[in-house]
């Protein structure tokens, strides 16, 4: 057993396992958090997942925890490795079963206050349009060939076919599709799933806000983004769905069987990896890549559905795209490594890419602020938008994804009354559309970090920096 003591304080926010705690760390393990907040992460396996995590082959520098840490599937959600493209490994327990997981943030030129009388209207349009909950999909269903299309071409593919807007393109991480992908890995199971779910919001912590803009923190950075103070925007969390999910459970009976082969050691089976040089490593990153580009896909689809709603209530104004970024997904980048470049596969899970002022990926108009950053917090609590800072070299550039988990949906249900928690946001003047009040008491608040306390986190640790805190006005949930 260890705990606490057995961290190395580097600073206020940042905390050091060394890599010589255990015979077979590769490098040392680290987490951002605070003090008190380092405590309660020892409560589940996040800890002990990270040491395994720190075992990796190729793994440079640290393997890395964010402070909304809670356990996961081979690596601790919140977990960020970056491994050498040359002699490293890619594991799928390292991206999540949602691949490309994400949220993008969508911005009306309204105030708030003038949504306020067509609200209840609004979310039921918006319900309406955009299917919500466990398997729930569309009534169409696409054909094999127009899924394989969107595997490879990604929100791209769907916008040049007329589901969005040349900025839908340009606002999205890897402007909404990784190269990389091949169709034809993806299994006919895989893809059968994702026939009719392409525009449909799922279930868990998946969730369609209308928001309003609370707080300003960075009026220039603010202003570039075109952010300002009591603003209605609209917020979408959202992956893969079932495809995405299917994707990662063939990818891990496929590389659990063909890890031996190379003699990789792992002190977890849900860390199966194999070298990303090797076959099968580049099949599951093509795999991989199709999947982050359904999602993508997925979420340009509900965009197209969120305007129409949006259009029926309102005669004027449109909703423009501020940014799209995926927390479930390895990529491979360029990054500085004891003063030299190096080609790495970063695996962040339940981790926000954050690049700061100035790099090449960032669209231009974001070019001299820095990478829009989007944090979305439980249910009923605020979310942030931040940006990316320079001081985020440590991590990768990444910063935290979400609130993070305290407590399992399990032991949320058994102890939240999912009726009661609608009670209370209604009563906070927030309207509330799900199918299932089970889902509602899953993601209650109480089963959550606190969000102020994360991006406080981040923001001071030099990962992302605020820039507006947005708060809740109408909430759609699946399941």
């Known amino acids: 057993m260890f705990g606490i003591n057995n961290f190395k304080k580097i600073s206020e926010w940042v905390w050091e396992l060394p890599s010589n705690f255990r015979a077979d760390m590769e490098v040392p393990a680290r987490v951002y958090a605070s003090e008190k907040m380092l405590e309660d992460i020892f409560r589940d396996e996040s800890i002990p997942q990270l040491v395994n995590t720190a075992t990796l082959p190729g793994l440079v520098k640290y393997a890395l925890v964010m402070p909304d840490a809670h356990e996961g599937y081979g690596f601790p959600i919140g977990g960020v490795a970056a491994i050498r493209a040359s002699d490293g490994v890619i594991s799928p327990g390292g991206i999540g079963f949602d691949q490309n997981c994400g949220v993008r943030v969508l911005l009306s030129d309204y105030q708030a206050a003038e949504l306020k009388p067509y609200l209840e209207k609004l979310a039921d349009k918006i319900q309406k349009e955009v299917p919500s909950g466990l398997g729930k999909g569309r009534q169409v269903k696409l054909s094999i060939e127009q899924i394989d299309k969107i595997l490879e071409g990604g929100s791209k593919h769907l916008v040049e076919q007329g589901y969005g807007e040349a900025g839908d393109i340009e606002y999205c991480e890897s402007n909404g599709c990784m190269r990389q992908a091949q169709a034809a890995v993806v299994s006919d199971k895989a893809k059968m799933r994702g026939r009719d779910q392409v525009g449909t919001l ?253 991006v406080e986190v981040v923001h001071k640790a030099g990962l992302s920096r605020r820039v507006a805190k947005l708060v809740p006005l109408a909430v759609i949930k699946g399941e």
């Open 202 to 454: 799922g279930s868990g912590n998946h969730f369609l806000e209308v928001q309003k803009v609370e707080e300003i923190f960075d009026e220039k950075v603010a202003q570039t983004f075109g952010l300002f103070a009591g603003q209605a925007v609209v917020m979408v969390h959202t992956g893969s769905r079932g495809l995405g999910h299917q994707n990662c459970t063939d990818y891990l009976q496929l590389l659990d069987k063909a890890a031996s082969q190379y003699g990789i050691k792992i002190p977890d089976r849900e860390l199966a990896c194999v070298p990303f040089s090797s076959p099968e490593g580049q099949r599951f990153f093509s795999a991989m890549a199709a999947g982050a580009n359904y999602a993508w896909a997925n979420r340009q689809m509900i965009t197209h559905h969120i305007r129409k709603a949006w259009q029926t209530v309102f005669s004027k104004g449109n909703l423009s795209l501020l940014y799209d970024v995926a927390h479930n997904i390895a990529k491979v980048e360029t990054h500085e490594v004891d003063g030299q470049k190096m080609e790495l596969v970063v695996h962040r899970k339940g981790a926000t890419r954050a690049l700061p002022a100035g790099h090449p990926e960032i669209p231009t108009k974001h070019k001299q602020v820095g990478q829009p950053v989007l944090i979305p917090g439980s249910m009923g609590t605020a979310s942030y938008i931040l940006v990316g800072s320079k001081g985020g070299r440590e991590s990768w550039y990444s910063t935290a994804h979400g609130a993070g988990r305290t407590m399992s949906r399990h032991a949320a249900i058994k102890s939240i009354s999912g009726q009661q928690i609608v009670k209370d946001l209604q009563a906070l003047g927030i309207v509330v559309k799900c199918h299932n009040l089970r889902g509602i008491a899953e993601e209650a608040p109480q089963a959550y970090k606190n969000i102020d306390e994360v």
